[in-house]
């Protein structure tokens, strides 16, 4: 797998740009605002926010809500600082919809400042891959949410997150700033 390097981070903050207009952008700090005022998530927020998060993906959601009390748990395990595992992951992902990426979507709405967003774009800039074989893997979103966890304690980052800040107009976490600028420097 690839490594985030902060050499080439610097090199794409450059041609980093913001659409004001940008839906996902707009509603970004509307799904924040939702899980800050939530202290436990229960049956009602799991469904409200699984259909949100799906507004951000090319698919309607199918939620499986047959073990709900251990999704549950595991979501409010997520609003903490403990850093889920594998398989943890892997029966949130059977009940979003099968996707990793709705889950990571999910989860960074939960908690911004642990879980970062991953999809193919930013699958395919991090493992250095044409394909996404390997995206529904847990064990490469750890490996990935290890490395952004990495990166963004690196002393050149608050440079490139304090520069996004000031693109986007409102404050993001850092690691919502090395995901979005991963995001729009896949080419």
Do not use: C
């Amino acid at each position: 797998m690839r490594q985030l390097k902060i050499e080439n981070l610097k090199k794409e903050i450059e041609s980093f740009k913001v659409d004001e207009e940008n839906s996902y952008l707009n509603s970004y700090q509307e799904f924040i605002q939702y899980f800050d005022e939530i202290d436990t998530i229960e049956k009602h927020h799991l469904i409200i926010s699984s259909h949100f998060v799906y507004g951000w993906m090319p698919r309607i959601l199918r939620l499986k809500l047959n073990n709900l009390e251990e999704v549950l748990q595991i979501l409010n395990k997520a609003k903490t600082i403990q850093i889920l595992k594998s398989k943890e992951l892997e029966k949130l992902r059977i009940s979003i919809d099968n996707s990793l990426v709705g889950t990571s979507k999910l989860l960074h709405f939960i908690n911004p400042e642990i879980y970062p967003i991953w999809d193919s774009k930013i699958f395919k800039y991090w493992s250095g891959n044409k394909t996404t074989y390997g995206i529904q893997k847990p064990e490469n979103y750890l490996e990935f949410t290890n490395q952004v966890t990495e990166t963004i304690q690196h002393k050149d980052f608050g440079k490139i997150h304090n520069k996004i800040n000031e693109l986007l107009k409102y404050d993001v976490s850092s690691v919502r700033a090395l995901e979005l600028l991963i995001f729009q420097s896949y080419k």
